[in-house]
């Protein structure tokens, strides 16, 4: 069985106007985890916390460090944690 795990994301950069939620709850459905992504206030950063297959959640990072095409990613940060099992699905918070 794989091991899961939760991943905390923070992308910085042109990630906001883009369609980068859109991007990465597509990314993340089709990867079959869950949880949500998010636009920060700050106008340049979008957070995402993922759970499932850990091996997924890797896969997931990876993409996150391009994103779709009208956007530009200038850093990311990762944090991993235990599953937690919080989640249904894969949602765009507001």
């Not at 916390?49 to 850990?54: K, M, S, T």
């Not at 959640?57 to 850093?75: C, I, N, Q, S, Y």
């Amino acid at each position: 069985m794989a091991e899961r795990a939760s991943l905390f994301v923070r992308v910085h950069g042109l990630v906001q106007g883009v369609y980068f939620r859109s991007f990465v709850q597509r990314q993340a459905r089709t990867l079959g985890l869950t949880g949500y992504v998010r636009n920060l206030p700050d106008g340049v950063t979008v957070e995402i916390l993922a759970e499932g297959d850990r091996e997924k959640l890797e896969e997931l990072a990876k993409r996150l460090e391009v994103g779709p095409p009208e956007a530009r990613v200038d850093r990311i940060e990762v944090a991993w944690s235990e599953y937690r099992d919080l989640f249904d699905d894969f949602r765009i918070r507001h």
